[in-house]
């Protein structure tokens, strides 16, 4: 019977490291959870990635995320899970709100254009953008944070509740048993009436 060869440098040297970064992915992970993990840090930090996904830079949320959050001492984690909600046809109509806002609140009319035309007006129409992203882009973060501080806070809430103790059964104390002696008289009661001495006539 043939004895399996052993393996080779290379195979193992991969598996190696292969494990290596998965463990340290995997502690990444677990610190960048518990960084600023309190209900209302998740909700600041939430609605930071949030209003960094609806700023016109488009292809920057993340990294504005993670500056605000570095800045400010926040979740950073949490922070660049709120920016990925600027997917494309999400920021579409996310830049069609705030074009049309800020361009009504300046101009006081509506721009004719559809969510599609959003980008291709977004240089031209900077200012209205700008305002509009203070206030579509604010009002979306707050919501986001309230929502994301009261889930972590539930979430925190029924992960450590105090245990109630058990009551305890009420012990009556025990009667003191005195010792006796083996062959002694008995004591006589207090509540026992006396008795009579034999050959006493009544």
Do not use: Q
């Not at 200012?127 to 806070?153: E, F, K, P, Q």
Request: with cysteine.
């Amino acid at each position: 019977m043939a004895t399996p060869r052993p393996e080779t440098g290379a195979p193992n040297a991969i598996r190696r490291a292969w494990t290596g970064l998965r463990e340290s992915a995997r502690e990444l992970l677990v610190r960048a959870k518990n960084e600023h993990s309190a209900p209302h840090e998740v909700g600041f930090s939430v609605a930071a990635g949030v209003f960094s996904a609806c700023t016109p830079f488009l292809g920057f949320h993340m990294w504005i995320a993670l500056a605000l959050a570095t800045v400010f001492r926040l979740n950073r984690l949490w922070a660049f899970l709120g920016s990925r909600v600027s997917i494309v046809p999400v920021y579409l109509w996310i830049s069609f709100c705030e074009i049309e806002l800020g361009h009504r609140l300046r101009a006081g009319e509506w721009v004719r254009m559809s969510a599609r035309e959003a980008l291709a007006h977004g240089k031209e129409l900077s200012i209205d953008l700008a305002m509009g992203t203070v206030l579509v882009g604010g009002g979306l973060a707050a919501v986001s944070g309230v929502l994301a501080y009261g889930c972590a806070r539930r979430w925190s809430t029924g992960r450590v509740s105090p245990a109630s103790p058990a009551p305890a059964s009420p012990v009556s104390p025990a009667s003191p048993v005195s010792p006796r002696r083996l062959g002694a008289p008995l004591e006589r009661s207090s509540e026992s009436p006396p008795s009579e001495p034999r050959g006493s006539s009544s």
